[in-house]
T-cell receptor, first 116, second 108 residues
């Protein structure tokens, strides 16, 4: 069975640009979460979506937005990119319902975003 | 105060020894606890989940949870070079909160 898939794997952007990252969850998983991981730190929660609705949001600016599609895939958008947005962006899916997140989350390989 | 704190590393252990990893969390309402392993340049991989007080064993891994002390630990028995990685403690309430991770190196 396919795991969580993310695209692209690597991306280079310049300051001020916009980026869209994509994620397909494990088949049957309806919950998708996004995390940002800066080098040397643990992942930081950005968003959780369940049944196409935002169910949780971390402490990130409004430049970050996301959505979930009817097939449960998801996109993360970041506008007006800053140097500090350089990070590994991870998508995770879960078989659990909404909150709290009692079911384990399974991560994709991530998208490494570099801002020049 | 950080939500999830892990013992600072790096932790170096000889092959065959026990590696002990510790984690404390601040939110008493947390209900679910997870340990992830992350190899350099890779994404986190779930290795253990624990939901109730006590010990949970899975192969060479044992997770321990003490909700009264707000403490979670992971023991890796018979450590192998392939266990060399960063281990992330994660605590769940309405979101999954991660510690900064402890890097473990197993010396052959």
């Amino acid at each position: 069975d396919a795991g969580v898939t993310q695209s692209p794997t690597h991306l280079i952007k310049t300051r001020g640009q916009q980026v869209t990252l994509r994620c397909s969850p494990i088949s049957g998983h309806k919950s998708v979460s996004w995390y940002q991981q800066v080098l040397g730190q643990g992942p930081q929660f950005i968003f959780q979506y369940y049944e196409k609705e935002e169910r949780g949001r971390g402490n990130f600016p409004d430049r970050f937005s996301a959505r979930q599609f009817p097939n449960y895939s998801s996109e993360l958008n970041v506008n007006a990119l800053l140097l500090g947005d350089s990070a590994l962006y991870l998508c995770a899916s879960s078989s659990g319902q909404v909150l709290p997140l009692n079911q384990p989350q399974h991560f994709g390989d991530g998208t490494r975003l570099s801002i020049l | 105060q950080k939500e999830v704190e892990q013992n600072s590393g790096p932790l170096s252990v000889p092959e065959g020894a026990i590696a002990s990893l510790n984690c404390t969390y601040s939110d008493r309402g947390s209900q679910s606890f997870f340990w992830y392993r992350q190899y350099s340049g890779k994404s986190p991989e779930l290795i253990m989940s624990i939901y109730s007080n006590g010990d949970k064993e899975d192969g060479r891994f044992t997770a321990q949870l003490n909700k009264a002390s707000q403490y979670v630990s992971l023991l890796i028995r018979d450590s192998q070079p392939s266990d060399s990685a960063t281990y992330l403690c994660a605590v769940s309430d309405y979101k999954l909160s991660f510690g900064a991770g402890t890097t473990v190196t197993v010396r052959a």
